[in-house]
């Protein structure tokens, strides 16, 4: 038990740093390549930091045997939107509070509202629709569904691609090539891109070893503490697994890089009711009833008092994102001592 919470510790240090890492490289690479702030936060980090959340279902719903595993599978899956829309939302919010606090303004999520807006009616209407119409229509939509998510997505990166955004803001030096520039051996100015995509490939796998340990060692956790694989996979792996979107968005927002940071979050939450749910509508009965219903209404509840207030009050109060971490505390209240 306490070998299981010293690797716990050990795995979250290593998955801070690799975010710290992810975050520097993907400015440097959106800067050089000439990508719109809404590029860089919504695609290009949303889907690399979705590489933990999006291998771990994966890897439970294709292993041999367990359909109690293609359960679990499901659990996780709908369980990262619904960790980004609640805990995500929370740590942004918190985040642009000191933040303001600290640029002596008033609190206020400074993000762009066209990307916001985007992002979150993509994630209302394709996750709302994988949840319900399956329920309503039975499993033989399931299929086409899966094939209508996929082109969605294909759908979305086009729009935020031609869409209108921002350059990248200022952005600090690449931490990979810090040392060689003090040896003299790197031109810090004129240094190849390929450092980036070098410090990007690093960042990624430690980001990936680093929730794989976390995952394994927070289900011994779990077990010795007599929770549920379902609970663990709706409640505590996607924890770990969504780590690296928040401690990015957490990192970015600290900057006053808000538009970076929520887009780095919504456009994961775009990808995670896209990508991975139709792997679960093809390859698993994909039953959403009972905590992971509740958990999919959570998460499109907090999605909607968002886009409402960037649409309808034309400002993002830090205080509505943080309403979404009183859905994951009420919700992980009511299934620890209720159910």
Known sequence: MLNAILFLLLSLAMILLAAEGFTNAIEVIGRRLSFSQAVVGSILAAVGTALPETILP??????????????????????????????????????????????????????????????????????????????????????????????????????????????????????????????????????????????????????????????????????????????????VAPIATELPEKFNSVTWTLKGKDTLAVGNMTGAMVFQSTFPVSVGLLFTPWKVEGLALVSAVLALLSAAFVLYAVTFRRRVDPWVMILGGTFYVAYAAWVIFVK
């Open 58 to 235: 994966l890897v439970a719903i294709f292993a041999p045997g367990a359909h109690q595993s293609k359960e679990i599978g499901v659990g996780a899956i709908l369980g990262a939107p619904f960790m980004l829309a609640t805990i995500g939302f929370f740590l942004v919010g918190v985040s642009a509070i000191i933040a303001s606090k600290r640029a002596g303004r008033v609190p206020e999520v400074r993000a762009e509202h066209r990307t916001l807006k985007r992002d979150l009616k993509f994630f209302l209407v394709m996750y709302s629709s994988a949840v319900f119409l399956p329920i309503a229509f039975g499993h033989g939509v399931t299929t086409p569904l899966a094939f209508l998510l996929g082109a969605g997505y294909i759908f979305y990166v086009m729009r935020t691609m031609a869409g209108d955004s921002a350059a990248l803001e200022h952005f600090e030096g690449l931490h990979i090539i810090k040392m060689p520039v003090k040896w003299g051996l790197v031109d810090e100015a004129h240094h190849h891109i390929a450092w980036a995509f070098l410090q990007v490939a690093v960042a990624l796998v430690l980001m990936v070893f680093g929730a794989q340990v976390f995952v394994q060692n927070m289900s011994v956790v779990s077990a010795a503490c007599g929770m549920s694989p379902l609970l663990f996979a709706l409640l």
